[in-house]
């Protein structure tokens, strides 16, 4: 094996597993089915070096201009993905707004703190721990919503909802450990 310019170089290139399709489109159990390829692209290109520094300092800016004009149904990451949560500052008291990623589920949605896989939890997190009540703009108008801390079994099968939907949850939950990533329900208020 020779080197050039300190990078090693290799004979013969084995074929890269993870650009073939089959390898692409891991079976989703949540969805009931395979990955479509457009998934399995969209989500490798989000667990990417350049996809991750999209979620972390673009997406956020491009949601909190997209989501309020279509009421909740695009954002960065294609149709009802992401939503805007409204929380109140756990030490300022004053309106917080993040867009975050959330998965429908049965009794609300699901809000996961990956932080990016950063070691701190984010700061909405703290928010909601502090003061449950929020509002979100997902799929439609803003709706109130309570803030619930999963444990337990209830967090460990909302976690596995997650991975599932976003198989990038994993890596974060690695390389942000040993912090356990904080897992929210929010509940719709029937206002």
């Not at 090693?8 to 489109?25: G, K, M, S, T």
């Not at 707004?97 to 996961?112: E, F, K, M, N, V």
């Not at 337990?152 to 599932?164: L, M, N, Q, Y």
Request: charged content about 25%; proline content about 8%.
């Amino acid at each position: 094996m020779s080197t050039v310019r300190g990078e090693p170089q290799i004979a013969h290139l084995q074929p890269i597993e993870y650009l073939r399709p089959v390898a692409l489109r891991r079976e989703s159990p949540v969805r009931g089915r395979r990955l479509r390829l457009n998934e399995a692209l969209l989500e490798r290109a989000l667990m990417s070096p350049l996809g991750y520094r999209f979620l972390l300092h673009v997406a956020p800016r491009i949601d909190k201009a997209v989501i309020p004009r279509t009421r909740g149904r695009l954002s960065s990451a294609g149709f009802d993905k992401v939503g805007l949560v409204t929380s109140t500052g756990a030490k300022s008291g004053q309106p917080r707004t993040q867009p975050l990623a959330l998965l429908a589920d049965s009794d609300g949605l699901l809000a996961i703190g990956s932080n990016y896989g950063r070691p701190n939890h984010p700061a909405w997190s703290a928010n909601l721990l502090a003061h449950p009540e929020c509002t979100v703009e997902f799929k439609g108008p803003p709706r109130r919503y309570r803030a619930e801390l999963l444990t337990g079994d209830a967090r460990a099968a909302a976690w596995a909802a997650a991975a599932d939907i976003y198989a990038g949850y994993e890596r974060y939950r690695a390389s942000c450990a040993p912090r356990e990533i904080r897992v929210f329900r929010l509940t719709p208020l029937g206002d």
